[in-house]
């Protein structure tokens, strides 16, 4: 009973991940109109800015200042160097942009960095035992870390005046525009929270397994799938389905095996797909 709690334990630390990032491809698309194949290697540019940042000052703390902020500016000028010049074009054109920015990203990393795998020099901590079950602290400590991002990212979209100008763009572009909210204003605000979302993932990533130019694409696809699953656009949604597919893929480690367990988040995928094709938290749009 023990394995399969700390096997739980370590799924729903996974799937704050998978929800992070899944939530900032849902911000993008709920209101850019668009999946950002760049969030998985903005993830990476956020643990390699908090890598140095905390190599800098031995302060874990500023090193997730440094990271998330490195996401944010890759956001930031991602739109206003790329997708902004490219917003009338077509959906598939901002695609196919963004997957050109993840590989340039990707490239900048490996040339900075090189392809090694680099880990976060942190004290070791002996596990904590509740009731016989092994606990790690660090895992608690990156748990609360999630849900504090998480808390303060739908405060912000509920309980701020630009939260309430996202929501409404998300909800209807054209009535947004002529009831005067600044569109330019709103995609900057945007993509300054997706990109800092997204690096924040990939912080919390890099603190628990390694840090690698390639680790972003390897949680890009559990985060499209849970964006989808969740229902696309519904950040509540995104969240759920990460925990939801982390939970699972960490339980179904000891059948299927470390390497095949990410298989599982399309088969979910597929399953949601068939059963209710908006997804779980999805809303039923009509044709414009």
Partial sequence: MAF????????VVAGLIIGLSALSITLVF???RFPNAATGDTMTVGAYGALLGHRATNSLLVGGLTGAAAGALVGFLGYWFIFKKLAQRSNVALLVASIGLAFVLRAILGVSFGHSQQVFQLPLVRPWRIGGVPVHPNDLVLAAACAMILAI???ILHLTPVGRRMRAVADDPALARVS??????VMTVLWLLAGAVSASAGIVAGIKTVVSPEMGWDLLLPAFAAAIVGGIGSPVGAVVAGLLIGVVQELATPFVGFTYKIALSFLMMLVV???RPRGLFGKLEGAR
């Fill in 30 to 32: 709920g209101i850019a």
């Fill in 273 to 275: 797909l068939l059963v």
């Fill in 4 to 11: 399969w709690i700390e096997l739980l334990i370590s799924g």
């Fill in 180 to 185: 005067g909210i600044s569109p330019s204003g």
């Fill in 153 to 155: 990212v739908f405060a």
